[in-house]
């Protein structure tokens, strides 16, 4: 006797998949943003990304990321399958006032683009001294 088993999602995985094969426009890049310290740590994957075409932009507090993959060539050649898609990848990020915009770098390394983020001075914590009639007050870092 042989038994079989229904997916209920199956068939709407594979009409999903046909639909994002036929997205036109630029791809979300994904990201992990974490907050070390005094600065922040935005990781993007951009695999397979030529690294010429990665541009970093800040405009205001809109920091934008975007980055183009050319498609493989394989003239002449029959395509089984074709998942790793090739076009443009863009993210966007508003900032806010307390980064220290002038000081953001950025790496590719393995498909990975780091950005590092850092707290400006003035939006760092800091202690404030009471003073008394007799002391002035102070401010220390």
Do not use: C
């Given at each position: ?8 999602f199956g ?44 541009d970093i ?85």
């Open positions: 006797m042989n038994s079989m088993t229904f997916d209920p068939e709407l995985d594979r009409l999903a998949s046909g639909l994002t094969q036929l997205r036109t426009g630029p791809r979300a890049v994904p990201v992990d943003l974490v907050k070390d310290g005094d600065r922040y740590l935005l990781n993007a994957d951009l695999p397979g990304a030529d690294p010429g075409s990665i932009d800040l405009d205001g507090h809109v920091l934008t990321i975007r980055a183009e993959r050319t498609p493989a060539a394989h003239d002449g050649a029959q395509w089984i399958a074709q998942e790793r898609r090739a076009g443009s990848y863009v993210r966007q990020f508003t900032l806010g006032d307390g980064l220290d915009t002038e000081r953001i770098s950025a790496t590719y390394d393995n498909g990975v683009l780091s950005l590092v983020i850092p707290v400006s001075e003035r939006a760092k914590p800091r202690k404030i001294a009471l003073s008394t009639a007799d002391e002035p007050a102070s401010i220390t870092a």
